[in-house]
């Protein structure tokens, strides 16, 4: 009897687990409980901001991220349209900065892929991956085409630029090293240890708090400086401290189809010299590493202007 008894409570302890398992769950109260209710000082904490998205709105945000990628690449070499690549820019500043919230970024991105190949422990997506690698690859076959008309950063910056100076090219090439000592800092600090790493291209991004409409008071200082200057200087942030852009641009030079000025057909007029805010145009040429992608010179160029209709054929011919 004694011994019934131990095996019965010895099944009744092993099934109990399941038994648990199998039980309906029932919240004992309707509402979570309040601030005023819990008391000591306690505030709820701010929601994960943007918030999480569903498997199949993450493949349609790669899916456009690929598409505007291959406009971009389009409407730039091909189609050689100003106007087209002004719309498209338009359209990634609205949903990949305001809709998106600047979440899909290839920018900082480029620090979870650093932390996944030196941390065994650390895990992405696969998307992840695929934004980050996906700009780069493009880069190294036609040029910087994430950097015209798909970043949100950059079209932010391309719609302030309202009177353009043009900075010392000495100057421009000294401004530019550094953001690949700003790449390197973030390397360092994303790679350290999970107790002390940190994300400085998605904690200092000047732009994240305008795109989430939140954020510490010196971030917003920090987005509007940037925009201000932005107004006289093209593109601060991405000719001088985007750590994707020095990326982008060693992939750039690679690329054996890119940004041209009339090709085969060059007047050496200099006016696309003039045109061009980024200092991207040297001896009359593209420089593919430094080119953004912005289609300006297309519309300042005599040539593309008369195929477009927009000029008579007489204005294109020397004096």
């Given amino acids: 009897?004694?011994?019934?008894?131990?095996?019965?409570?010895?099944?009744?302890?092993?099934?109990?687990?399941?038994?648990?398992q199998a039980m309906q769950y029932e919240r004992?109260?309707?509402?979570?409980?309040?601030?005023?209710?819990?008391?000591?000082?306690?505030?709820?904490?701010?929601?994960?901001?943007?918030?999480?998205?569903?498997?199949?709105?993450?493949?349609?945000?790669?899916?456009?991220l690929g598409a505007a990628l291959a406009a971009s690449v389009w409407l730039t070499?091909?189609?050689?349209?100003?106007?087209?690549?002004?719309?498209?820019?338009l359209f990634s500043l609205v949903y990949f900065g305001f809709y998106r919230?600047?979440?899909?970024?290839?920018?900082?991105?480029?620090?979870?892929?650093?932390?996944?190949?030196?941390?065994?422990?650390?895990?992405?997506?696969?998307?992840v991956t695929a934004t980050f690698f996906l700009p780069l690859i493009v880069a190294a076959l036609f040029g910087r085409a994430f950097c015209g008309g798909v970043c949100a950063l950059g079209a932010i910056q391309e719609f302030v630029l309202i009177k353009p100076v043009r900075v010392p090219r000495r100057l421009d090439q000294a401004l530019g090293l550094l953001k690949y000592a700003y790449l390197g800092a973030a390397i360092w600090f994303a790679i350290q240890p999970a107790a002390s790493r940190?994300?400085?291209?998605?904690?200092?991004d000047p732009f994240v708090s305008i795109f989430r409409r939140t954020g510490f008071a010196h971030m917003y200082a920090i987005g509007a400086a940037?925009?201000?200057?932005?107004?006289?200087?093209?593109?601060p942030y991405c000719r001088y401290l985007c750590p994707y852009g020095g990326l982008l641009s060693w992939c750039a030079r690679l690329a054996p189809r890119g940004v041209?000025?009339?090709?085969?057909?060059?007047?050496?007029?200099?006016?696309?010299?003039?045109?061009?805010p980024y200092g991207a145009i040297e001896k009359m040429r593209a420089d593919q590493a430094g080119c953004l992608y912005c289609a300006r010179c297309y519309r300042s160029c005599p040539v593309d202007r008369k195929e477009s209709g927009l000029i008579a054929i007489e204005e294109i011919r020397p004096a």
């Fill in 1 to 20: 009897m004694t011994r019934a008894l131990l095996v019965l409570l010895c099944l009744l302890a092993l099934s109990a687990p399941a038994l648990s």
């Fill in 28 to 64: 004992p109260v309707d509402t979570a409980p309040r601030e005023k209710d819990i008391g000591g000082g306690y505030t709820t904490p701010e929601v994960q901001k943007p918030l999480p998205r569903g498997a199949w709105l993450l493949i349609l945000d790669f899916a456009l």
């Fill in 77 to 89: 070499i091909y189609k050689r349209s100003r106007r087209a690549v002004v719309w498209l820019s």
């Fill in 101 to 127: 919230e600047g979440c899909v970024c290839p920018v900082g991105s480029l620090q979870n892929v650093a932390v996944a190949l030196t941390d065994p422990n650390y895990r992405i997506p696969i998307l």
């Fill in 198 to 204: 940190d994300f400085l291209v998605c904690r200092f």
């Fill in 226 to 235: 940037f925009l201000i200057g932005g107004m006289f200087v093209g593109r």
């Fill in 260 to 276: 041209s000025i009339t090709p085969g057909r060059e007047l050496d007029c200099g006016l696309c010299n003039d045109a061009c």
